[in-house]
């Protein structure tokens, strides 16, 4: 019987009919096989640390996206793909930097504005998230998540009126969205609006009641 050795275009054609069939340690293991073959193969390095991430192996999508990163720096969808695998494993300064660094590639790459404003939230660095949602509404004005974001940190830095209008644009977008109906009775219940906070919490609780069919 002859053998016959697949070349690396066969290991990646193997790897992307795995992954598409959800076989995602195939995958892999296909990926390493067109690595070995050509290990300067930036696309499999990172295809390679997406399923990482997919699969919860987080040091090890980290691990490809600093191989992809070496072989093209100034990659801006490896950048982002980084620093947002670190902002979920919460090392947030070095997500920034990867953030950063992909902004100052594209300043409106939207993706990397919205994870550095979430990733200062979590920091408690309010004033410098509000800025990063203020620039990010100003391309995309219709973003729910970085509307109640900027809410949010808003009423931490005391801002409550202001927070309160994030939070009801918010729901003019999505009116029964429960996440802005939380974060909008904690601003209500800060400037000392309790029967309103109430009535947040209840259409949480109680959706249609605007309707009258819930009294």
Not at 18 to 34: D, M, N, Q, T
Not at 108 to 121: E, H, I, Q, R
Not at 135 to 162: F, Q, W, Y
Request: charged content about 30%; proline content about 3%; some cysteine.
């Amino acid at each position: 019987m002859v053998n016959i050795t697949m070349d690396e275009k066969d290991w990646i054609e193997k790897a992307h009919r795995a992954k598409s069939l959800g076989k995602l340690e195939e995958a892999i293991a296909a990926y390493r096989e067109a690595l070995a073959a050509n290990p300067r193969n930036r696309p499999v390095m990172e295809e390679m640390g997406d399923i990482y991430y997919e699969l919860g192996r987080h040091a090890e999508a980290l691990s490809m996206y600093d191989a992809a990163l070496a072989e093209e720096p100034r990659n801006l969808m490896v950048l982002y793909k980084k620093g947002y695998t670190l902002r979920k494993v919460h090392r947030c300064e070095e997500a920034i930097r990867c953030f950063d660094a992909a902004l100052s590639l594209d300043p409106d790459f939207l993706y990397a504005l919205n994870d550095k404003g979430y990733c200062l939230n979590e920091m408690e660095r309010y004033s410098e998230a509000v800025a990063c949602f203020d620039r990010s509404l100003s391309i995309s004005p219709r973003n729910i998540r970085v509307l109640a974001s900027k809410g949010i940190a808003l009423r931490e830095t005391g801002r409550l009126e202001e927070s309160l209008e994030c939070f009801d644009s918010a729901l003019e977008l999505n009116a029964i969205n429960a996440f802005v109906y939380y974060q909008k009775s904690l601003t209500l219940r800060a400037m000392g609006k309790t029967k309103e906070a109430d009535e947040c919490i209840a259409r949480i609780n109680f959706p249609w009641s605007e309707k009258g069919i819930h009294k």
